[in-house]
């Protein structure tokens, strides 16, 4: 849930999977390094009282089932091994240098305010939300990781006719 304690750690590590864009290891690994997908992200869709971890590829009905494996093991490593300090620090500079772009126009600040509303973030949210980025560390992250990136929770729904193996 947005309000709670863990969520910018995972925010975090979602960005260092998926979320990062280029920077991500799904982006990295999947699509740069073995060509697999057009495209390839992850998300996190935070509600009143839960959330989820989402994500999406677009590729070849003969390359699915292979990319489905990838995705699986980026998975494991990342719930096996966890992120890196260089990582971390990366994706940290990311949200706080980022943040900025939602003060660009009256539309997206007025969706910030509603967000820090909605989830009773306090007046205080802009300030206390770089403190909480800034004391993220690799034992917290690592630890939320291992939580919330279960190998039990992962399934996968193909949309589209893939080739059978």
């Keep these: 849930?947005?309000?709670?304690?863990?969520?910018?750690?995972?925010?975090?590590?979602?960005?260092?999977?998926?979320?990062?864009?280029?920077?991500?290891?799904?982006y990295k690994n999947i699509r740069e390094k073995k060509g697999l997908v057009y495209s390839i992200y992850s998300y996190l869709l935070s509600y009143e009282n839960d959330g989820v971890i989402v994500g999406g590829f677009q590729t070849r009905n003969k390359s699915v089932f292979e990319t489905i494996e990838n995705v699986k093991n980026e998975w494991k490593k990342l719930n096996k091994r966890g992120i890196t300090k260089s990582e971390l620090d990366n994706a940290k500079a990311y949200f706080n240098g980022s943040f900025?772009?939602?003060?660009?126009?009256?539309?997206?600040?007025?969706?910030?305010?509603?967000?820090?509303?909605?989830?009773?973030?306090?007046?205080?949210?802009?300030?206390?939300?770089?403190?909480?980025?800034?004391?993220?560390?690799?034992e917290k992250v690592n630890g939320i990781i291992s939580e919330y990136f279960s190998n039990e929770k992962l399934f996968f729904m193909i949309v589209g006719e893939p080739e059978k193996k």
Excluded: H, P
């Excluded at 709670?4 to 991500?24: M, V």
């Design 1 to 26: 849930e947005r309000n709670n304690e863990n969520f910018f750690a995972l925010r975090i590590a979602n960005y260092i999977l998926g979320g990062g864009g280029f920077q991500s290891r799904l």
């Design 100 to 138: 900025t772009r939602n003060f660009t126009s009256t539309l997206s600040i007025a969706r910030l305010l509603q967000v820090v509303q909605y989830y009773e973030l306090g007046a205080d949210y802009f300030i206390k939300r770089e403190k909480i980025i800034n004391s993220l560390n690799l």
